[in-house]
């Protein structure tokens, strides 16, 4: 007898924790699941090909707001093709009301729900040894009648399986860990807020298997906790360790909760090698009244002086998270929002937009709130009684220049420069969106250079006396990023100058030849008014910054001073 575990996951560098970890559980009790993962990438009628072929006496689908239209599809078209089959669903977002979710999927024999690690054997033993059903099942009785066994008990994180022994399996992805579950507080669109059990896997265990993502020097490990910095003596313990064991690859990233961070972890964490971890902080809003509506408490004194602390140890990238559609935030609000988590400086800013999440808070609120949102997954926000859907529009605009011009971190000098001559950085990026959809290059992706002679374009339109200086600075940032084999139109042809390049090169590397020398680097001639007076800057793409990626930059002075770090 075989069950298929079926995973479809938004993207290829993606591994599914979860269902690997049902896999292993279920092994560890003596039975089988074989292990299928497709992407959203992939076709519908692939997944089910591949599906059918593989010939399971079982099928068990993992869902999540990102595949729950493909699932539903599929379960469809298999239960046509092989009535015989059990078909069980399980994840988020089945886990609440389970029953109507049932009633919606007629194809489907039952629902897991809430935790799966003890359930699932269960269901396997049932199905495959006529066990009795497990708890944590809503299930299809005797004509179609929709029963239900008790809530499963949570797991105790140590008998979680460490599901990572064969690290080859996992080559090129990102590598999920947790080490707790549960959440201390109530966010009211986030589904951990309802589990309020919060439990932590021991550090023994927690060290060892950090050990071996280290020995494996595997690329990088997201902590899958919701707020890893909850309870101090384990975010202390994991990051001492990580770092007296630094192997100088590995990357860790955390979702943490910035105000709760003191003085002893800000200590600890500028000690860790630049790059060695990266933090995910939502800020959400700054707006009072939003904060109070969603349940939060945020010092934002504190979030700032936190971020400005850990910046200045230029050792960690920070992932700052706003969310656009929130109780009482309107446009201008948001805006203000926006400013002032931007005037935080973090290494990327991340516009997102409410999903009302069946099971959470916000989906017994939202008609309290005049909030109106898709009628299928994501379940995004569409309008409330602060934003119309034509704000909504507007504000994705703003999202995409975001992702394009801040959060790609090819334009950072640029957009640095640029937002000087703007009202507020808000309103550049609100303006930068509208003359991007009005050029129609909203429609489709664009090649680095063209993105960058439409900002120069932008910016001349607007600014006709800045023109030169930002041409300099975006070809200072294109160059930062890499050695381009075709050098971008807007700027100034190297023909002119390429002489004076190459005196400069000989007179300050009189023993490498110039011709080698521009093969592995590149040299750019800079004058006012981008800077006080003619200067050649030496980009040196072998040596990055860890953070960044941005090429470490000398100016070349001359025989008699050399060369200096920028």
Known sequence: MKCLLIAINAKYIHSNLAVYSLKACAEKEGLVAELAEYTINHRASEILDDIYMRKADMLCFSCYIWNIEYVKSLVKDLKKLSPEIPIWLGGPEVSFECEERLREIPEADGILYGEGERSFPGLLEHCFRGGPLPSGCVFRGPGKKIGFTEPAEPVDMDDLPFVYEDIKEFENRIVYYETSRGCPFSCSYCLSSVDKRLRFRSLFLVERELAFFLANKVPQVKFVDRTFNCRKP?????????????????????????????????????????????????????????????????????????????????????????????????YESFGHSFDEVYSMGPSQLQLGFLKVLKGSPMYYDAEKYHILYQAEAPF????????????????????????????????????????????????????????????????????????????????????????????????????????????????????????????????????????????????????????????????DYKKRDPLTGNAEVFILHGPEKGREEL
Not at 433 to 459: C, N, P, S, W
Not at 482 to 506: G, M, N, T
């Open 234 to 330: 384990h975010a202390m313990a994991v990051w001492r360790y990580i770092r007296d064991h630094d192997n100088g690859v590995t990357n860790f990233h955390f979702e943490i909760a910035a105000d709760l961070l003191d003085e002893e972890e800000l200590f600890l964490i500028r000690t860790m090698r630049p790059g060695l971890i990266q933090l995910e902080i939502g800020v959400q809003s700054v707006n009072p009244s939003t904060i109070c509506a969603i349940r939060r408490k945020t010092d934002l004194e504190r979030v700032r002086s936190i971020v400005n602390g850990i910046k200045d140890g230029r050792n960690v990238h920070q992932h700052l998270d706003l969310i656009a559609g929130l109780p009482w935030e309107d």
């Open 380 to 539: 995004e926000v569409l309008s409330t009684a602060w934003l119309s859907h034509e704000d909504i529009i507007r504000l994705k605009e703003v999202e995409q220049m975001v992702e394009i011009y801040y959060n790609s971190c090819q334009f950072r000098n640029a957009m640095e420069a640029l937002s000087a001559l703007f009202e507020s950085p808000f309103r550049m990026y609100e303006m930068l969106g509208r003359e991007y959809r009005l050029r129609g290059m909203d429609k489709k992706k664009h090649v680095r250079a063209v993105l960058y002679q439409f900002l120069l374009e932008f910016i001349s339109e607007r600014f006709e006396a800045e023109t030169e200086r930002f041409r300099q600075i975006l070809t200072l940032d294109y160059y930062l990023r890499e050695y381009a084999k075709r050098r971008p139109d807007f700027a100034v042809p190297e023909e002119k100058y390429r002489e004076l390049i190459r005196r400069r090169c000989e007179a300050c590397f009189p023993d490498v030849p110039v011709k080698q020398l521009l093969r592995e680097k590149h040299v750019e001639r800079f004058i006012p008014p981008f800077t006080e007076k003619e200067e050649y800057w030496l980009f």
